[in-house]
């Protein structure tokens, strides 16, 4: 009926990476300027994409406890997300035909807009969102890139806190 996915531990290992790493104390320091605290957010933001996306999920489903049937409803629609869009290294093939990647998408954004709708809990989710966005951002910004590469700003950042104005 329809081509079996890949094996989704393996894709799901890709994107997160080690929890040890993401929590490790060792690496957060102060940002120097609110520019490398943009620099770490972004650089942080890219490599740790699959370790935010699950801290937001586990947020968003964590205020959903008080509505049972609401929890249930979206751990089904994310099962969904998983199995048809996420975990696909090929077109979906059902019934002999195959299924193009953007009516997945757009299937699946409908579906997930309508629960919201008939549910009635955007403010439950946008506030959710915004809370694991807040986590997202202090814990970029908190945390030094790993990759030891020289900043976009270059000798505009300085060890100073009031910077070194005798370049500019």
């Given at each position: 009926m329809s081509s079996p996915p890949p094996d989704t531990v393996t894709i799901a290992a890709v994107n997160v990476r080690p929890w040890p790493l993401f929590i490790d104390t060792a690496a957060l320091s102060l940002p120097i300027s609110f520019?490398?605290?943009?620099?770490?957010?972004?650089?942080?933001?890219r490599y740790f994409t699959g370790n935010y996306a699950l801290i937001i999920l586990i947020i968003l489903l964590i205020s959903l406890i008080t509505r049972p049937i609401s929890l249930v409803l979206f751990l089904i629609i994310f099962a969904g997300w998983i199995y048809l869009y996420f975990s696909r290294n090929e077109p979906l093939e059902l019934f002999g035909f195959d299924i193009d990647d953007k009516f997945v998408l757009g299937f699946l954004t409908l579906v997930s807009?309508?629960?919201?709708?008939?549910?009635?809990?955007?403010?439950?989710?946008?506030?959710?969102?915004?809370?694991?966005?807040?986590?997202?951002?202090?814990?970029?910004?908190?945390?030094?890139?790993?990759?030891?590469e020289d900043s976009p700003y270059g000798a505009l950042l300085s060890d100073s806190p009031r910077g070194n104005y005798t370049i500019v």
């Open positions: 520019s490398d605290a943009t620099y770490r957010i972004n650089k942080n933001f807009f309508v629960a919201l709708l008939v549910v009635k809990i955007w403010m439950n989710v946008v506030v959710s969102i915004g809370f694991g966005t807040v986590i997202l951002c202090v814990h970029g910004a908190l945390r030094a890139p790993e990759d030891h």
